[in-house]
């Protein structure tokens, strides 16, 4: 089962990826920085499947995939640097960012300065909104695109290389998928519901907040 659903996924990234050669990556990673939930770590290991079948260069599947990260960045920023806080406080919950996830992103910045937007870059999850609290805070825009762009670069280089080795060990993997297809399912599914029921819980508790202090205003 789990190797039937891998496979059409791997055969429609294959098909954009093969189809479009480096542009597909920049346009797949590029979705995802603008928090639409393609996650990269779907997209480059396959693109990391194909340089093991020869049909891409290592280097430059890592390069598009950081540059996509970037481009998919700047809509994120923009929203942020004209949009505000307040803005998000209101309709970030439409994406499931929330208040709690601007706060622990405010604190990564208070805590490392600039270069906390280089090591968001290499943290799930965290990666695909901290552009949204970079624009709030102005973070000066040379600086932040340029560690946006390195950040990526280490996070792509690591996925596609982890393709790599799945390509090279498909048919052991097979076998292991084969035997635990069920169990790998729910299991991601759990961690995809407990994602979005934190989530979805703290947008209502930040609503629930936020109607308390307007009705004792």
């Given at each position: 089962m789990l190797e039937n659903?891998?496979?059409?996924?791997?055969?429609?990234?294959?098909?954009?990826?093969?189809?479009?050669g480096p542009a597909g990556i920049m346009a797949?990673?590029?979705?995802?920085?603008?928090?639409i939930p393609l996650p990269s770590e779907?997209?480059?290991?396959?693109?990391?499947?194909?340089?093991?079948?020869?049909?891409?260069?290592?280097?430059?599947?890592?390069?598009?995939?950081?540059?996509?990260?970037v481009i998919g960045s700047v809509p994120s920023y923009y929203l942020g640097?004209?949009?505000?806080?307040k803005f998000f406080e209101k309709y970030g919950k439409y994406v499931l960012v929330t208040k709690k996830d601007l706060d622990e992103a405010d604190k990564l910045v208070d805590k490392y300065g600039d270069w906390a937007f280089f090591l968001c870059r290499m943290l799930p999850v965290v990666r695909t909104f901290i552009s949204f609290p970079?624009?709030?805070?102005?973070?000066?825009?040379?600086?932040?695109f340029?560690?946006?762009?390195?950040?990526s670069l280490v996070w792509s280089y690591l996925l596609v290389y982890v393709g790599v080795k799945l390509g090279e060990n498909l048919d052991k993997l097979k076998v292991i998928w084969s035997k635990f297809d069920i169990v790998i399912i729910v299991v991601c599914l759990i961690l995809a519901g407990l994602y979005a029921y934190?989530?979805?819980k703290q947008v209502m508790n930040e609503e629930k907040e936020q109607t308390e202090e307007n009705n004792d205003k």
């Open positions: 659903i891998l496979g059409e996924l791997a055969k429609w990234i294959e098909h954009v990826i093969s189809t479009t797949l990673m590029a979705i995802e920085s603008c928090n779907a997209v480059l290991p396959f693109a990391g499947y194909l340089v093991s079948k020869g049909a891409m260069n290592f280097h430059v599947a890592a390069f598009a995939g950081a540059i996509g990260c640097y004209f949009g505000g806080r970079a624009g709030i805070l102005k973070a000066r825009k040379r600086i932040f340029t560690l946006t762009f390195v950040g934190r989530h979805i």
